[in-house]
């Protein structure tokens, strides 16, 4: 997917945390999202935190910060930077960080910043609800299957699908550093569920209540 940010910053000319913002994120009205640190972002931001609790940084959201400092230099405003940009300075930031996708912000896999209630806005566009139409058509062609795991999981594209008690269901994760996320939908009832967490230990959470509201034992977790 990072490879694919990139074929889409090169088609367009965009850099993708203005592309997201623009094509998704306001014609939805997800407005406290962003796959790079804003300003505007800090009042719905939640820390990261380890396994027993300790505090951690967010790297994005470091990352973003320190890049903030170097707009004047680039001459454009972070969301408008590339990819290649990013590259460029990467290193003025920390010398010690490798140039790797990993590392990259903004990043298509890894460094979206959002809430439950923008995610859930999202979800429900997907599943063919809200102001806006052509999520559902959108979902249907992710959830074309384009590999299998056993036989009650296997991939789309960009999405988990799942087949559990004779019904069908989407999923996706969250696995970034202090931060455990999940979302199963059922694309035939229109319901979803959204939860995220910002501690190491988060996974027992979302299992639980979804579990306690969905009352299926989703074999999405085991393979997590």
């Given at each position: 997917?990072?490879?694919?940010?990139r074929?889409?910053?090169?088609?367009t000319?965009?850099?993708?945390?203005?592309l997201a913002?623009?094509?998704?994120f306001?014609p939805?009205?997800?407005m406290?999202?962003?796959?790079?640190?804003?300003?505007?972002?800090?009042?719905?931001?939640?820390?990261?935190?380890?396994?027993?609790g300790?505090?951690m940084?967010?790297f994005?959201v470091?990352?973003?910060?320190?890049f903030?400092?170097?707009?004047?230099?680039?001459g454009?405003?972070?969301?408008?930077?590339?990819?290649?940009?990013?590259?460029k300075?990467?290193?003025?930031?920390d010398?010690?960080?490798?140039?790797?996708?990993?590392?990259?912000?903004?990043n298509a896999?890894?460094?979206?910043?959002?809430?439950a209630r923008?995610y859930?806005?999202?979800v429900?566009?997907?599943l063919g609800?809200g102001?806006v139409?052509?999520g559902?058509?959108?979902?249907?062609?992710?959830?074309?299957?384009q590999?299998?795991?056993?036989e009650?999981?296997?991939?789309?594209?960009g999405?988990?699908l799942?087949h559990?008690?004779g019904?069908?269901?989407?999923?996706?994760?969250?696995?970034?550093?202090g931060?455990?996320?999940?979302?199963?939908?059922?694309?035939?009832?229109?319901?979803a569920?959204?939860?995220?967490?910002n501690?190491?230990?988060?996974?027992?959470?979302?299992?639980?209540?979804i579990?306690?509201?969905?009352?299926?034992d989703?074999?999405?977790?085991?393979w997590?």
């Amino acid at each position: 997917y990072f490879f694919l940010q990139r074929v889409v910053e090169k088609l367009t000319g965009q850099g993708l945390a203005r592309l997201a913002r623009d094509r998704v994120f306001t014609p939805l009205g997800m407005m406290a999202s962003g796959f790079i640190w804003r300003p505007d972002l800090d009042a719905a931001l939640a820390s990261p935190h380890a396994g027993r609790g300790q505090p951690m940084d967010s790297f994005s959201v470091k990352t973003g910060k320190a890049f903030a400092g170097l707009v004047s230099e680039m001459g454009k405003p972070v969301e408008e930077w590339t990819t290649a940009d990013v590259e460029k300075a990467l290193p003025r930031v920390d010398a010690s960080i490798s140039v790797l996708p990993d590392n990259m912000v903004p990043n298509a896999a890894a460094s979206l910043l959002t809430t439950a209630r923008d995610y859930g806005t999202f979800v429900r566009w997907l599943l063919g609800a809200g102001p806006v139409s052509g999520g559902r058509a959108i979902l249907d062609r992710m959830t074309v299957q384009q590999s299998s795991i056993n036989e009650a999981l296997g991939w789309g594209s960009g999405i988990g699908l799942e087949h559990a008690g004779g019904r069908s269901y989407v999923w996706h994760w969250g696995d970034n550093p202090g931060f455990k996320n999940f979302v199963v939908g059922e694309p035939a009832t229109g319901s979803a569920i959204v939860i995220f967490t910002n501690g190491n230990a988060g996974q027992r959470v979302y299992e639980r209540v979804i579990r306690g509201r969905t009352g299926v034992d989703h074999p999405a977790f085991l393979w997590l």
